[in-house]
T-cell receptor, first 113, second 112 residues
Framework: EPEVTQTPSHQVTQMGQEVILRCVPI?????FYWYRQILGQKVEFLVS????????KSEIFDDQFSVERPDGSNFTLKIRSTKLEDSAMYFC???????????FGEGSRLTVL | GESVGLHLPTLSVQEGDNSIINCAYS??????FIWYKQESGKGPQFIID?????DKRQGQRVTVLLNKTVKHLSLQIAATQPGDSAVYFC???????????FGTGTQLKVEL
């Protein structure tokens, strides 16, 4: 069964460092998403992406965040200068259609020290 | 404004009993809802969905009910099993179909 894969599974970084989280969406999917989940809290929307453009972003997704689809298979989330409060689980998701079922990856745990 | 919230943060049931997890939403324009299950340390997993032109939809051991009048959604799990222990989230599409918004989540604990 096709699945969304994410790397790394866990990254520890120092405050102020740049982090790139990588995702390989399901191959025939066209819509891509990043979500964040702080431990014990709900899953929060960060950004949606389609046709090489951001479709929508939340207020969490400020200038420190960016997304890119560099090569037609990967979908990345970059945090330019990490803060302690960026520590969370980051989930990538993809869907075949707009407003369709989202398929989630297993997540990348980011710990900012 | 838009919000999706859950009535109970934790639900404990005996194995074999039926479970009912409730969810309230506030955006009357929402027309597509999804229930996700999240096991510890894993990503959300699709369980069942429902569109606003339906009141009820059934899957394998799960049923989703939608009451648009009171903007309420519920997930019923029949014959709850230990493997059903997880956090359950309802989610609704907002933002013209570009944003799936999750509710707070309910922890389901199945007691043997």
């Amino acid at each position: 069964e096709p699945e969304v894969t994410q790397t790394p599974s866990h990254q520890v970084t120092q405050m102020g460092q740049e982090v790139i989280l990588r995702c390989v969406p399901i191959s025939n999917h066209l819509y891509f998403y990043w979500y964040r989940q702080i431990l014990g809290q709900k899953v929060e929307f960060l950004v949606s992406f389609y046709n090489n453009e951001i479709s929508e972003k939340s207020e969490i997704f400020d200038d420190q965040f960016s997304v890119e689809r560099p090569d037609g298979s990967n979908f990345t989330l970059k945090i330019r200068s990490t803060k302690l409060e960026d520590s969370a689980m980051y989930f990538c998701a993809s869907s075949e259609a707009q407003a369709g079922e989202l398929f989630f990856g297993e997540g990348s745990r980011l710990t900012v020290l | 404004g838009e919000s999706v919230g859950l009535h109970l943060p934790t639900l404990s049931v005996q194995e074999g009993d039926n479970s009912i997890i409730n969810c309230a939403y506030s955006n009357s324009a929402s027309d597509y809802f999804i229930w996700y299950k999240q096991e510890s340390g894993k990503g959300p997993q699709f369980i069942i969905d429902i569109r606003s032109n339906m009141d009820k939809r059934q899957g394998q051991r799960v049923t989703v009910l939608l009451n648009k009048t009171v903007k309420h959604l519920s997930l019923q799990i029949a014959a709850t099993q230990p493997g059903d222990s997880a956090v359950y989230f309802c989610a609704e599409y907002t933002g013209g179909g570009n944003k799936l918004t999750f509710g707070t989540g309910t922890q389901l604990k199945v007691e043997l």
